[in-house]
């Protein structure tokens, strides 16, 4: 009887730090992650691309940085409401979550801006990524209550660490300078 009284103790802890465990990792989710599309969140962003850049510093290589802001979405927003904004939100996000490399950090920047950095990326990767994730959010079609939202058009900057910034501050405004 003390043995199964012992049993039931042990397995309600093991029970609750299970639980522990589950809720610490969604709040790091959370704290880390935007909640409307998936992607990384600006704080994170900024974190990241600074570790990303110390690295490349290190080491002696490049870190691409694509901007990405959708074109006429306040427009959007205003004539097809809010939901279907966010419904173009979500799709964007999860277009990016499947289409950069494991390696590259997509990130929701604010609004409709979305950064992805890319570790080790040269200034023609980086280029060339930003070409192909231009044409396939030309192509996205969002379903938004049975009604498929089209034309979605964004404008894509790019940057390069060491060329175009020598600090994450940099690396952003050139990227933004070349949106």
């Not at 979305?114 to 990524?129: D, G, K, T």
């Not at 969002?142 to 498929?148: D, F, P, Q, R, T």
């Not at 790019?158 to 175009?164: E, G, R």
Request: charged residues 25%; aromatic residues 6%.
């Amino acid at each position: 009887e003390s043995q199964q009284v012992w049993a039931l103790a042990v397995t309600e802890h093991i029970a609750l730090a299970l639980a522990n465990q589950r809720l610490r990792e969604s709040l790091h989710a959370q704290a880390v992650r935007d909640s409307l599309t998936g992607l990384y969140n600006r704080r994170y962003m900024e974190q990241a691309l600074e570790r990303e850049v110390l690295r490349a510093a290190r080491n002696g290589r490049a870190v691409g940085v694509i901007m990405l802001d959708l074109d006429h979405f306040k427009d959007f927003n205003d004539t097809l409401g809010h939901e279907a904004g966010d419904a173009l939100l979500r799709a964007l996000g999860d277009y990016l979550l499947t289409h950069v490399r494991a390696e590259d950090i997509a990130c929701r920047y604010g609004g409709e801006e979305f950064v992805i950095i890319l570790p080790e990326a040269s200034p023609e990767m980086s280029r060339y990524r930003a070409e192909e994730l231009w044409k396939g959010v030309q192509a996205l079609h969002v379903n938004h209550h049975g009604e498929l939202l089209r034309g979605v058009t964004a404008s894509f900057g790019v940057a390069s660490y060491p060329q175009h910034g020598a600090t994450t501050a940099h690396l952003l405004r050139a990227a933004d300078t070349a949106l």
